[in-house]
């Protein structure tokens, strides 16, 4: 397919759509190989991975559940429930976290948008192996005792749950912004 086409063709399929299998050990690397060739201002390396997978997927929403008690011991248990199977869907679930050199030249929110890119060539990367990618974030990416909970260190953030596997069906297409729309030409 040429390099026009696939990006035309990009889309997320969504995590409840992604079962097994997910990506073997070589297409992991292979994965994680385009993403950290992303732009990097002053090449920080401000980003770092987490792989999530197997048991530690289905521990990881016990964690999320009883988190969800914990906040509001009121909750729904049908919300409860979608928590604790959140994680439970793809079979790899790759968490970008940022780690920002805080003080230095570059500015923190360049240091962000460099982990950002890394998420959105996860998804191209994870799509060019034939896989199905979507990028998530919900609750659980801001929330301090899951981030402890993850090993996140003083000034880390999760950029985004990167969840993969094999799509169960054809994802649905979603209306487009009109790019058109988006331009001006600029001129002093
Ligand atoms: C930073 C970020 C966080 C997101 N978090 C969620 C989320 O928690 N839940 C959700 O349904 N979609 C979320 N999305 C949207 C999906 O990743 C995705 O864009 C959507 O499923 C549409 O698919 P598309 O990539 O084909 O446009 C998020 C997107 C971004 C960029």
């Not at 968490?95 to 890119?117: I, R």
């Not at 199905?132 to 974030?137: C, E, P």
């Not at 003083?154 to 209306?175: M, S, Y």
Request: hydrophobic share 45%.
């Amino acid at each position: 397919m040429n390099a026009l086409k696939f990006l035309r063709e990009r889309r997320s399929v969504p995590s409840r759509l992604l079962g097994e299998p997910g990506p073997d050990p070589a297409q992991l690397r292979a994965m994680l190989a385009e993403a950290v060739r992303v732009p990097d201002h002053g090449k920080l390396t401000p980003w770092r991975f987490l792989a999530i997978r197997g048991e530690a997927r289905h521990a990881l929403g016990e964690r999320l559940a009883d988190r969800a008690l914990e906040k509001d011991p009121a909750a729904a248990p049908a919300v409860v429930d979608k928590d604790r199977r959140r994680f439970s869907q793809a079979p790899l679930v790759l968490v970008v976290v940022a780690c920002p050199v805080p003080g230095h030249k570059v500015p923190v929110q360049e240091q962000l948008l460099s982990g950002g890119a890394v998420c959105f060539a996860l998804l191209q990367a994870a799509q060019a192996l034939g896989f199905g990618a979507q990028w998530l974030t919900g609750w659980a990416a801001y929330d301090i005792e899951i981030q402890r909970h993850l090993g996140l260190r003083e000034g880390e953030q999760v950029l985004g749950f990167i969840h993969v596997g094999t799509p169960a069906e054809a994802a649905p297409e979603r209306q487009r912004p009109d790019p058109d729309a988006l331009l001006r030409e600029w001129s002093p």
